[in-house]
């Protein structure tokens, strides 16, 4: 399976950016989509995530600011990110793991979003 990232970059604070992600290969047909992040000298949180029936989960520090959604039959998922604020800034990695077999887990390379004050 491999994830290719799209999106991020520079915003100030208040604005909007989104990510997307597409996942190719050998995809297992029940699975959830993600985004984390990682910042510089913390560990890597989870930020969003949706299953293939719809299901989401946000991190507490998103609800109400970022939107996740997916396209199951084109296998992508995107975070639109709004009200940004500094403390976003991280490298944002898009995830696909299956629900059947825990072990089936793979990351895309990372994609560095930067929100200015």
């Known amino acids: 399976v491999q994830l290719a990232e799209f999106g991020g970059g520079l915003a100030q604070a208040g604005g909007s950016l989104r990510l997307s992600c597409a996942a190719s290969g050998s995809i297992f047909s029940i699975n959830v989509m993600g985004w984390y992040r990682q910042a510089p000298g913390k560990q890597r949180e989870l930020v969003a995530s949706v299953s293939t029936r719809g299901t989401t989960n946000y991190s507490e520090s998103v609800k109400g600011r970022f939107t996740i959604s997916r396209d199951n039959a084109q296998n992508t998922v995107q975070l639109q990110m709004n009200s940004l604020k500094p403390e976003d800034t991280a490298v944002y990695y898009c995830?696909?793991?299956?629900?059947?077999?825990?072990?089936?887990?793979?990351w895309g390379q990372g994609t560095l979003v930067t929100v200015s004050s």
């Open positions: 995830n696909i793991r299956s629900l059947i077999d825990a072990q089936r887990t793979y």
